[in-house]
């Protein structure tokens, strides 16, 4: 038995318990709707009612040109921050890109016609004037007032103002630190509206939200505080950064997320409707953390039924394998309701739990890698073809460095994965709930060989099949008939069991 198989059985226990939040569904629950071309993954248990020894990896996305040289370059003495979002301009009928420059802070957009070739950096205009205000106001007063975190998205029912967005006023003071409404005809440039969200300043500021839990003290909303808009319904979801300047053990601040349905995102947000921080460190060692790590920032964007982000994890000391000291890295996180989240905490392609994009070796390439402080876009990756592509934004350098050097280098970078494939069963059976299959073919997006039986209602096997070969859409037919017309309107289950190198992914009907 190898190493790397030992070890994926000696983390099953942890990888269980870690997701006990998204655990499987109680047998007497409602069936699980199958609609057509809604993917169905492994990625936590709720759908799965019973299994045998399933082994599951987290696969991370391919990096193009292995993370070495970016697809947008800083330029000189910067370095370009995923600080913005990727909307599509049905106008323009290109995809926007909006970054954000550091030290400077100045916003840009860049075009691409598909996603994938991006034109030059063009400056965006943000109102920013909120008035002579003293700057012995100001909590941080050696602090540039600046924008710092921007998110926003394009409303294609909007002919006036289609482009939507939060941006963050940084050492305003008090009063103006915190998040503002911002519009625009055209995303070149933005009109400030009303402050929505009254914003943690730092140390002296007591105006704010102040929660405990866990033993810790957060307070917030902090800086890196953005939203996620939601097709399906209509809503935004805020997603809150949390803090404390005090320094805990190894120096950490706790940094943490927590989460808000909105049902609109120019109006003052309640904050104390936020019962609880979704994801907050352990300052320990546990889980898949280290006492150094905090929840510097997070994403959330739906993805069939679930909600699927990336969580960035910094951590001002310990040297990972993946990222150095004072760098930052992306986890994968999953919830249901889009509230209450988990880690996903599988092995990796490199047989290390949890980390979803590494960085590269720090300051690697003369200065162009990908190997300091990721970040990531607050949109969802784009599907361009047969893959799913991420952009995120990376320095070269970390935090540990003095200036000259310190957050500088690298740019905008790519990384490709195959559709679904965040998780998958690579050994092992599992069984799922009823299902109610609105569909009549069965889809399986898999490696094989993996066998696919249908079962009814009293576990008896009514159909089975061979999957062998790689395909997004396997059609699964048990002896020439569908799934859809064995299950005659009933509720059966499926029970996959993939026999290495086998890998399933998903499945779905049509």
């Not at 979803?356 to 607050?378: C, L, Q, T």
Request: with cysteine.
């Amino acid at each position: 038995m190898t190493r790397a198989r030992i070890s994926k059985i000696g983390a099953i226990a942890i990888v269980m318990a870690a997701l006990s939040t998204t655990s499987s569904r109680a047998a007497t629950d409602k069936p699980i709707v199958v609609q057509p071309g809604v993917p169905q993954l492994f990625i936590d248990n709720a759908i799965i009612e019973s299994e045998q020894g399933p082994i599951r990896t987290l696969h991370q996305p391919i990096k193009d040109h292995g993370g070495q040289e970016p697809i947008i370059a800083s330029p000189p003495n910067t370095s370009l921050l995923a600080y913005g979002s990727i909307v599509f301009d049905t106008r323009l009928k290109q995809y926007v890109m909006f970054v954000q420059e550091f030290p400077s802070r100045q916003m840009y957009r860049v075009l691409s016609s598909d996603g994938m070739n991006w034109g030059e950096l063009d400056p965006v205009h943000l109102d920013t004037d909120l008035g002579d205000v003293p700057r012995d106001k100001a909590i941080n007063a050696a602090g540039n007032r600046e924008i710092d975190l921007f998110s926003c998205m394009y409303d294609r029912a909007d002919d006036q103002y289609p482009y939507k967005g939060w941006a963050w006023f940084a050492n305003w003071g008090n009063d103006l630190e915190g998040i503002f409404y911002v519009q625009s005809r055209d995303g070149k440039t933005w009109e400030r509206g009303r402050q929505v969200v009254n914003g943690f300043a730092g140390p002296g500021d007591t105006s704010c939200r102040e929660i405990h839990q866990d033993g810790k003290i957060v307070r917030g909303p902090g800086d890196v505080t953005l939203f996620s808009y939601d097709e399906q319904t209509g809503k935004y979801l805020g997603i809150f950064k949390f803090f404390n300047h005090d320094g805990y053990k190894a120096g950490n601040n706790h940094r943490s997320r927590a989460y808000l349905w909105l049902d609109r995102l120019d109006e003052p947000v309640d904050t104390d409707r936020i019962e609880r921080i979704a994801l907050l460190p352990p300052n320990d060692y546990r889980n898949g953390d280290t006492e150094f790590d905090e929840y510097y920032a997070s994403t959330a964007w739906r993805y069939g039924p679930l909600w699927l982000g990336t969580l960035k994890i910094f951590h001002p000391r310990g040297n990972y394998p993946h990222s150095s000291a004072g760098c930052a890295f992306l986890k994968l996180v999953v919830s249901r309701d889009a509230l209450n989240w988990s880690k996903v905490p599988y092995l990796n392609d490199s047989g290390v739990p949890e980390v979803f994009i590494p960085n590269g070796p720090e300051g690697g390439n003369g200065g162009r890698n990908d190997g300091g402080y990721i970040s990531d876009f607050s949109t969802p990756p784009l599907r361009i073809g047969n893959e799913l592509i991420f952009y995120y934004s990376a320095s070269s350098w970390g935090k540990n460095h003095p200036r000259g050097e310190r957050l500088m280098g690298g740019g905008i970078f790519r990384a490709r994965l195959r559709p679904d494939g965040f998780v998958s069963i690579d050994e092992g059976s599992v069984t799922t709930c009823p299902l109610e299959l609105k569909g009549d073919d069965l889809l399986v997006n898999a490696v094989g060989p993996v066998t696919v039986e249908l079962l009814d209602s009293a576990g008896d096997v009514v159909g089975k099949a061979e999957i062998q070969g790689d395909s997004l859409e396997h059609v699964v037919k048990f002896n020439g008939r569908s799934a859809g017309s064995l299950a005659a309107g009933k509720t059966p289950r499926l029970r996959f069991t993939v026999q290495p190198p086998g890998r399933l992914y998903s499945f779905t009907t049509r």
